[in-house]
């Protein structure tokens, strides 16, 4: 008797498992459908109406490696939809917007082919200002539906900086909330900045398909891309109240900031280096959406872990003579160069718990200094034509370094004592001055 139970269970639980993979089978083939015929038409309108299109899906393209292609070839058993089909219910692409001539007929040619279409708009940046506040509204997502399966297609717009901006999707009140998984979107929760990409053609599911040349690259600087727009209109409110220095003196300033941090820039990308706008340098960018004409100096952050032994060589081979080297890499390391008759100071940051700081030294006493931050991100951001990085928690930043009156222009600044978070560290043993602090 119990041998017949032991066969009825085997039976049963046989029964059930095929059920289960015919099932399976059955969402999955319907599921493949679905995903080909959305896609394929989709871009059978985007080659009609020339859309400049790339495949900028992160599903779809970590499957690209080869690692994740050996892996796929052995998982996937329908040969037909071994990369669009990533499991889940969208695809994005992104459409270069300066390469299109907007054209209501795309959008009228996809609703007759059975696309629900949501768009999506926004202020354009490019054209806000000091002076203009509010610029024009412009596409910043597609979303087209069809099957229940979604198309997004977030625009690229080319900035001054030299670089791809996509804009946030903001919802209005009237949305419908039900249109798409909008949490599960690639593109939206924030605005980003993203390099120029190259290019290739090829076929994917049997479909001819562009995507960027350096597929690893793209992922890394779209986990990365977080931007944040200048507050034109609290810069506004601000320069009302203390305008701008524009004289002579001050605009010449400017000019060679600019440069410098053009020239700085291209030297740590070139080192592969990330760093950020530091001190008086992103409190100009925060609170004026400039530089600080009274400072004559150009400040940037760089996280100790990114140092590498070669910098000062870079620098100098690019022009810039160092002013002095205090510290050393274990311990509240800071360069400092001279760029014409503007200066250049690096402040490395350590990581200690829930905080960062960075370390300043007296050279005429050896005496150290700390400053003090909240733990924070990096996001991209422009100044002077350039897309630079600032910590994201730009006001936890600003507010650390420069206190609750931030707003409040100081002309007069001590950088011992004036700074809002700064704490004495000790003295450097009079023995090692020699080598850590060195003046030229």
Not at 204 to 216: E, K, T
Request: charged content about 25%.
């Amino acid at each position: 008797m119990l041998r017949v139970n032991r066969t009825v269970v085997l039976l049963l639980l046989i029964a059930c498992s095929s059920v289960f993979l015919l099932f399976q089978l059955y969402y999955y083939r319907k599921y493949v459908n679905k995903v080909s015929l959305t896609v394929k038409k989709f871009l059978a309108l985007a080659q009609r109406f020339r859309l400049p299109l790339f495949l900028a899906d992160t599903a779809a393209l970590k499957l690209l490696s080869q690692d994740a292609l050996r892996q796929r070839d052995r998982l996937v058993r329908e040969p037909h939809c071994s990369f669009l089909c990533t499991g889940r219910p969208i695809t994005s692409f992104a459409l270069h917007a300066n390469l299109w001539k907007y054209d209501p007929g795309f959008l009228l040619a996809a609703e007759q082919k059975g696309f629900q279409l949501l768009t999506l708009t926004g202020k354009d940046p490019r054209l806000a200002s000091l002076d203009t506040l509010s610029g024009e509204e412009i596409p910043l997502h597609f979303l087209l539906r069809l099957h229940d399966y979604i198309i997004q297609v977030v625009f690229l717009y080319e900035r001054s900086g030299n670089y791809m901006w996509f804009g946030a999707l903001r919802l209005r009140a009237d949305t419908d909330r039900s249109f798409a998984p909008f949490r599960q979107l690639d593109y939206g929760r924030h605005a980003g900045a993203l390099d120029r990409q190259e290019l290739v053609l090829t076929v994917l599911d049997g479909l001819d398909v562009r995507v960027p040349q350096n597929v690893s690259r793209f992922l890394y600087e779209l986990r990365h891309a977080h931007f944040l727009e200048c507050r034109y209109h609290d810069a506004r409110n601000f320069l009302q109240l203390y305008p701008e220095d524009s004289s002579p003196q001050s605009l010449d300033f400017r000019r060679k900031v600019k440069t410098l941090l053009h020239r700085v820039a291209q030297i740590l990308t070139k080192l592969d280096i990330p760093f950020w706008l530091s001190s008086g340098t992103c409190l100009g960018w925060f609170r004026q959406c400039s530089v600080i004409s009274y400072s004559r100096d150009v400040d940037i952050g760089i996280f100790i872990v990114d140092f590498r032994s070669d910098i000062i060589a870079a620098f100098r081979d690019a022009g810039l003579s160092l002013k002095h080297k205090f510290g050393k890499v274990e311990d509240s390391l800071e360069l400092s160069f001279l760029s014409e008759d503007v200066k250049l100071d690096i402040f490395f940051f350590y990581e200690d718990g829930d905080i960062v700081w960075n370390g300043g030294t007296q050279a005429k006493s050896g005496r150290k200094f700390k400053y003090v931050f909240p733990r924070f991100s990096l996001c991209w951001a422009e100044l002077l034509e350039l897309k630079v990085r600032v910590p994201c928690e730009t006001l936890d930043y600003v507010t650390a370094n420069y206190g609750a009156t931030w707003n409040i222009p100081v002309r007069s600044w001590d950088w011992k004592s004036s700074p809002s978070n700064v704490r004495e560290n000790g003295v450097w043993p009079p023995s090692e001055w020699a080598e850590l602090i060195q003046v030229y």
